[in-house]
């Protein structure tokens, strides 16, 4: 009884210094809405750029892909300077870059100049603000960092719904160039200002993951036995990058999250103008894409969420199967009902699979070298996303339809599934 005691006596001495625990989520929340609603507002510049220059699909997606390859590929190395250097510093270069990658596009009048300033400039920023934001959730959180991390990631989901729309409304109102000014000013702004803030993780103010209070030596004994309990509860077994990459489970995670995620950004950046294809409005295209960042906020709460109650393996088998059935559904849309509930479906599915990636790696490979090990899973796995956008358009160019993409998403997911069956965490030797 003396040692529940005393864990409740801690739990409440505590409680003002576990708040921190949910202010660091916030603030992450809120990188995540800028910085991912910036990102999604590619998709509502595409039709104007087509317009304005009558470049073609591909060599648009192209720029949209590069960008994707390289917020991926340069995880490895922000990962590992984000456990080194802690994550302000990356987050305060990270919004520099990505604040004038995006606002630089106000200038651009050739493929190339696009391909420079958001394909090479902005991903930095955008790699920069992904590593620094669940890294820093996994570290803070174990027994609830399913949840916490769906917390965090929710905020991708609110600014989906949130900055496509503005910059739609922006680009009516101002014209696209003007638009782009606007929205990389209050990607910087934002970004640069919650860096000063962020703390890389709770030992630098005392505290163990879960907002638990360490207990300094000196103690009564039932105090002491309480600190060996919470030792027991919150020991782990971590991993450097360097021996993770010498287990199978490495590279079955590796190779299923790169399977998901071959075409998981096609309808960011097609979605718009594939409504517009079959005959539906602007507004009904826009609407949509609304609709998936909402539910893919949904997705990331009640998935990450469950994910603490059944395991993130099953929980990852629920999203991959519900990704296979989105696939399947819009090669046959035709109507805004329909394209709705893909965005319904999918987005929540989406947002499923990105609150998991990070937890299940931390649950893999402990907290210690939480950054290096995602970053490094989502150079190799996440450099697959920038294929989706530019195969898609390729394929249209081709065929004048999207169907075949569709078709690539769906097989791409059911090798995904089929993958978790082999997936367990690694034992160290």
């Known amino acids: 009884m003396f040692v529940v005691s005393d864990l409740m006596e801690q739990k409440e001495n505590s409680t003002q210094k576990f708040f921190y625990g949910w202010v660091i989520t916030g603030l992450v929340s809120l990188n995540l809405a800028m910085a991912y609603g910036a990102q999604y507002s590619f998709g509502v510049l595409f039709p104007s750029l087509i317009e304005e220059f009558k470049w073609n699909r591909q060599s648009l997606s192209g720029a949209f892909s590069l960008y994707t390859f390289m917020y991926s590929v340069l995880g490895v190395l922000l990962g590992r300077w984000t456990d080194r250097f802690g994550p302000r510093i990356i987050l305060f270069f990270g919004s520099a870059f990505l604040g004038m990658g995006i606002g630089l596009i106000s200038l651009v009048n050739a493929p190339w100049h696009l391909y420079l300033v958001y394909g090479l400039l902005a991903s930095w920023g955008m790699s920069a603000t992904y590593i620094t934001a669940n890294p820093i959730i996994v570290k803070w959180f ?216 990070p937890a299940i790696i931390g649950d893999y490979f402990g907290r210690l070298k939480a950054a290096s090990v995602i970053g490094a899973i989502f150079t190799l796995a996440g450099t697959a996303a920038a294929i989706g956008p530019l195969a898609g358009g390729g394929i249209y160019d081709l065929t004048r339809s999207y169907k075949l993409a569709f078709l690539c998403g769906a097989l791409t997911n059911l090798l995904a599934l089929t993958l978790l069956a082999f997936s367990k965490p690694p034992v160290k030797k």
């Open 142 to 357: 174990i027994a609830q960092r399913g949840l916490a991390v769906g917390l965090a990631q929710s905020g991708l989901g609110i600014g989906i719904i949130i900055i496509p729309p503005i910059t739609g409304a922006l680009i009516a109102a101002l014209g696209w160039r003007p638009t782009c000014v606007i929205l990389g000013a209050s990607v910087f702004i934002v970004l640069c200002t919650t860096s000063f803030f962020l703390i890389g993780y709770p030992e630098k103010i005392g505290l163990m993951p879960d907002g638990r209070q360490k207990i300094r030596s000196g103690k009564s004994s039932s105090t002491a036995r309480s600190e060996e309990v919470y030792e027991a509860i919150y020991k782990e077994v971590n991993w450097s990058v360097a021996e993770a990459i010498h287990t199978k489970s490495f590279w079955v995670l590796t190779a299923l999250f790169f399977s998901s995620w071959l075409f998981v950004f096609l309808p960011l950046v097609h979605l718009v103008i594939f409504a517009m294809d079959i005959g539906l409005s602007r507004e009904s295209a826009l609407i949509s894409l609304s609709i998936l960042g909402g539910s893919s906020t949904l997705g990331r709460l009640i998935m990450g969420y469950i994910s603490d109650r059944i395991g993130r393996k099953r929980a990852l088998a629920v999203n991959f199967g519900l990704q296979v059935f989105t696939w399947f559904w819009i090669m046959g849309a035709t109507t805004s009902w329909m394209l709705f509930l893909f965005a319904v479906i999918f987005g929540f599915s989406y947002g499923g699979v990105s609150a998991i990636f």
